[in-house]
């Protein structure tokens, strides 16, 4: 369930790892992690830092390029039958008590990305964080995970599907206690506002207020243009986002 292979010794291995140096305090704790961590995981660049008391679930299908830090008390769940996991490029910084998880779907955050503390993200489909994009406190972001509410059959009884892929466009801001629905996607360089509930497309240069979110002004105007005029054009085409689904 928590080691995602049926091999005894995958199971010793991460029991044994798990139990002595998960919690293991100071800098021995962090370099012995350093070093014994990316046995568990299914690939893992150079300078690595993982905090204490971070969960690993089907680390196997967890992967993590050069420069990450993993702080303190995160979980990273790569879980499903079919599904590649999660990936984790260069440069990536999860803060503390932040939750990565999958249930057959994929996540991936791009190369220094800044997730700060007490964040979730969950998967069921596929889930794609750009590059340089930073994202504060207590946000939610999901992919999937939604139901039929206008059926008979109890919500608690039915089996969640994805409305598409989740993206969040590169060098987006996203404000402390922002939620990103699922199905959603953000353009480039989009800023959205502390506390707002993202539930339709959000275009790239733009700043998104609100509950639900929506468009207030724009950021890197160009000549001659206003705000009432958008920027249509930073809107993910249809074809980028098939390429993610």
Not at 138 to 164: N, T
Request: proline share 4%; hydrophobic share 40%.
């Amino acid at each position: 369930m928590v080691v995602g292979k049926t091999e005894l010794l995958s199971f010793l291995k991460y029991e044994i790892i798990t139990f002595f140096l998960m919690n293991l305090p100071g800098a021995l704790g962090l370099y012995l992690r350093s070093k014994f961590y990316p046995m568990l995981l299914g690939e893992v660049g150079s300078n690595v830092v993982f905090g204490r008391g971070i969960t690993l679930r089907h680390p196997h299908k967890i992967r993590i390029g050069q420069n990450v830090i993993i702080d303190d008390n995160c979980v990273l769940d790569a879980k499903g039958q079919s599904n590649s996991g999660i990936s984790l490029g260069d440069g990536v910084f999860i803060g503390r008590n932040s939750i990565i998880y999958c249930k057959d779907g994929d996540i991936e955050i791009q190369p220094k990305v800044n997730i700060s503390a007490n964040c979730e993200l969950f998967s069921s489909h596929r889930l794609v964080i750009g590059k340089e994009t930073m994202i504060a406190a207590y946000s939610y972001i999901l992919s999937g995970g939604s139901y039929d509410y206008e059926s008979e059959v109890p919500l608690v009884e039915q089996d969640s599907y994805a409305k598409g892929p989740t993206v969040i466009g590169e060098r987006c801001w996203l404000g402390a206690k922002s939620v990103v629905l699922d199905g959603v996607s953000i353009g480039d360089r989009a800023v959205v506002g502390a506390g707002a509930v993202v539930t339709k497309n959000i275009p790239g240069s733009s700043v998104a207020i609100g509950i639900p979110a929506k468009v207030k002004s724009y950021v890197l105007q160009q000549k001659g243009t206003n705000s009432s005029e958008g920027n249509n054009a930073a809107y993910p085409t249809e074809e980028q986002i098939s390429k993610l689904s």
